[in-house]
């Protein structure tokens, strides 16, 4: 077996590109300056829980209890969480907490996703293939275009992360300690 999870994981995982974003292009004090708080144990690190949230939603999987799951068993989510295992409650409230700041975050992803041409409405697609070409000005996105995709963008954002609050409620996990379970009503309404 190989001494590391990075030996496990091909050197053009999409898991790669997803965690240099979360590292070195998004402004994360938002979700920093909420964690000043000391009470309880100690936290997961929220990079870490950001980057798992991301892979999961560009993966289709909105479920907190499947992402605990696939943390076990899946190489990527092993990667993303340093092969620890954050609880499904830990991850539904990491989403609630920050849902309004989650949204900013997964916007700006999608946009330089969208920049690079690796997103199609949400689902972000890699591959290690380098091909010669010119860039085709009808498929190039000027200011003008790239405004009204940045609306669709955003309007999918939310979409994920209000079917990733009603899978959670349908199984069970509606009352989360320590999270206002008010919030959903707020965000639907």
């Not at 050197?11 to 009470?39: P, W």
Request: aromatic share 6%.
């Amino acid at each position: 077996m190989p001494p590391s999870l990075d030996d496990w994981l091909p050197k053009d995982h999409s898991t790669r590109f997803i965690s240099e974003v979360v590292d070195e292009l998004l402004d994360l004090s938002v979700i920093y300056a909420s964690c000043v708080e000391a009470s309880g144990g100690p936290a997961y690190d929220s990079t870490m829980m950001l980057k798992l949230l991301l892979y999961a939603y560009s993966t289709g999987v909105t479920s907190s209890r499947e992402m605990e799951q696939r943390c076990h068993v899946d190489i990527a989510f092993r990667w993303l969480s340093a092969n620890t295992t954050p609880d499904y409650r830990s991850l539904a409230r990491f989403r609630r907490r920050h849902e309004k700041a989650l949204g900013d975050l997964f916007n700006q992803v999608l946009v330089l996703c969208s920049e690079a041409g690796l997103v199609k409405l949400g689902r972000v697609a890699l591959d290690g293939t380098k091909l010669r070409a010119s860039a085709s000005r009808r498929k190039s996105m000027s200011y003008e275009r790239l405004g009204p995709r940045i609306a669709e963008l955003e309007a999918q954002v939310a979409t994920i992360l209000a079917e990733a609050e009603a899978t959670d409620l349908d199984h069970g996990n509606d009352n989360v300690p320590g999270v206002n379970n008010n919030m959903l009503e707020s965000y639907l309404s």
